[in-house]
């Protein structure tokens, strides 16, 4: 793998994204624990996103399931 734009990731209805598709845009990739109490993030994020989205802003929650279980289906 030569760049992040080589990967695919599997989005919430189960299909795939290729991030090729992304080139061009300024990609904010972060790792969040979906279910967990303590995401304060996902407000700031959405801010980031509303604002920026419209120059290219893309904002990829790629989740992991493996701290404490708390992002269920990743």
């Excluded at 992040?4 to 994204?17: A, E, I, N, T």
């Excluded at 969040?32 to 407000?43: D, K, L």
């Excluded at 509303?50 to 279980?69: A, T």
Aim: net charge negative.
């Amino acid at each position: 793998m030569a760049s992040v734009y080589d990967c695919q990731v599997q989005k919430r209805d189960g299909s795939m994204l290729d991030l090729a598709s992304l080139k061009g845009k300024v990609l904010l990739i972060v790792n969040t624990a979906t279910g967990c109490g303590f995401t304060p993030q996902y407000e700031g994020l959405e801010k980031l996103y509303q604002n920026y989205h419209d120059k290219g802003l893309e904002i990829l929650d790629l989740p992991c399931n493996q701290f404490g279980s708390q992002a269920p289906g990743t």
